[in-house]
């Protein structure tokens, strides 16, 4: 029987991943990178659009897909309102929030309109999204913020995140709803959640909100302070939210948002970025050791995935400081083109119901 074609589009902060699928089996797999200064000529994440398509179309043509017989095209999902996990068909609605959402921006968005444009352009695909970085299961605890105007919120890696933590359950052929684990996912943003029982029961608000810094990201900021450097007059509100989300982090602290260069840079003896790499080490160690408390102690496994745990120093340096937690195991890169082609076959498979947003 013929395989069902599945495209498979995941706009993240630092690149865009693209990957066929002829049922579960990769025909084609590709990365490409964007730095800092690539994108900071899009005045917003929404301005990128044509951008990152246009790539994508590049990228097929080159390797010569077929794209007529495409069925489904799965986006990584992006600021809809929270909604459960799942496989979501693209809808106005879906396009109407995700254009408006009263959360910043993020490329995540353009996941699921760039789905519903190339599924338009195919005689007979459906464009879906998986598990979007909204997914939102976290316990009536970890809603409180420190003050009623605010309430804590789930913006995660949850497609990488769950689908990192259901590979593993397999692997020590354990059900993941059997299991406690802190998964952390370094990437553009980093994320770290304490998934109780299949369940993402606490999380880092990873887009714009809290948690350790990472390659593009501030992560939590003394609140006071920014405050203060908001009504100073100093910045406008754009570049203050910039700070926070585009250009925090490593990028402020060294002008660039890869951690591989960083990486380089620390093993051939710049002090100044060894000496940060490793405070973002200290912080994301620090996120496992609260998410340990979420799960009351009872950790059956730390998992570390995202792009930077290919790298060896850095993942070296958070596992000196939690191996007491739990079991660590490294899952370098991320498995989510494989989650969206899935997550898409099933539902043409008839093997999982499609929610309708
Ligand atoms: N071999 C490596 N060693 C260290 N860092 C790496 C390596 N490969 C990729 N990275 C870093 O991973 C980060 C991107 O991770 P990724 O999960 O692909 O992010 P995103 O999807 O958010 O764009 C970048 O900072 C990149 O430099
Ligand atoms: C918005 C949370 C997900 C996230 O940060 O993704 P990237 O690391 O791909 O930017």
């Known amino acids: 029987m013929e395989e069902f074609r599945i495209l498979a589009i995941n706009p993240g902060s630092t690149s865009t991943k693209i990957a066929v699928f002829n049922g579960t089996n990769p ?5 490409i990178t964007h730095s800092t200064e690539e994108l900071s000529g899009f005045d917003k994440i929404t301005d990128q659009y044509n951008f990152r398509k246009e790539i994508i179309y590049k990228q097929l043509e080159e390797a010569g897909i077929e794209m007529d017989s495409i069925r489904a095209v799965v986006g990584r999902g992006g600021l809809t309102k929270p909604i459960p996990s799942g496989v979501y068909e693209v809808n106005e609605a879906m396009k109407h929030d995700m254009a408006n959402s009263p959360m910043d921006e993020h490329a995540s968005n353009l996941g699921g309109f760039i789905a519903d444009d190339i599924a338009k352009s195919l005689p007979n695909a459906r464009a879906f999204i998986a598990d979007p970085v909204v997914v939102d299961e976290l316990e009536p ?9 605010f309430a804590r919120k789930s913006i995660f890696h949850a497609l990488n995140q769950k689908a990192i933590a259901r590979q593993h359950a397999k692997s020590i052929m354990r059900k993941y709803e059997d299991l406690n684990l802190i998964v952390v996912h370094l990437g553009g ?25 990472s390659p593009e990201r501030s992560g939590t900021l003394p609140s006071a302070d920014l405050v203060r450097l908001c009504f100073s007059g100093k910045y406008t509100q754009k570049e203050i939210l910039t ?28 002090e100044y970025a060894k000496f940060i790499f490793e405070a973002m080490a200290f912080q994301v160690a ?7 408390t979420v799960l009351k102690g009872e950790v059956d496994g730390i998992l570390i995935t995202g792009g930077i745990a290919h790298g060896k120093w850095f993942v070296n340096q958070v596992i000196e400081r939690v191996y007491k937690i739990g079991p660590v195991h490294v899952y370098p890169g991320e498995d989510e083109m494989r989650a969206l082609a899935v997550n898409g076959l099933m539902v043409l498979k008839g093997e999982i119901e499609v929610k309708e947003y």
Do not use: C
């Not at 943003?189 to 810094?213: C, T, Y």
């Not at 926070?244 to 003896?269: C, P, W």
């Not at 620090?286 to 340990?292: E, F, N, P, T």
């Open 243 to 270: 700070m926070i989300k585009g250009k925090g982090g490593l990028a402020a602290f060294l002008g660039t948002n890869s951690a591989y260069e960083v990486e380089q840079r620390a093993m051939a003896g710049d």
């Open 286 to 292: 620090k996120a496992i050791g609260a998410m340990s």
């Open 27 to 31: 025909v084609f797999v590709r990365t």
């Open 141 to 149: 605890h970890a809603r409180v913020s420190g003050h009623p105007e």
């Open 189 to 213: 943003g980093i994320s770290v959640g304490a998934h109780r029982k299949g369940q993402v029961v606490d999380v880092n608000q990873a887009l714009d909100g809290e948690g350790p810094f």
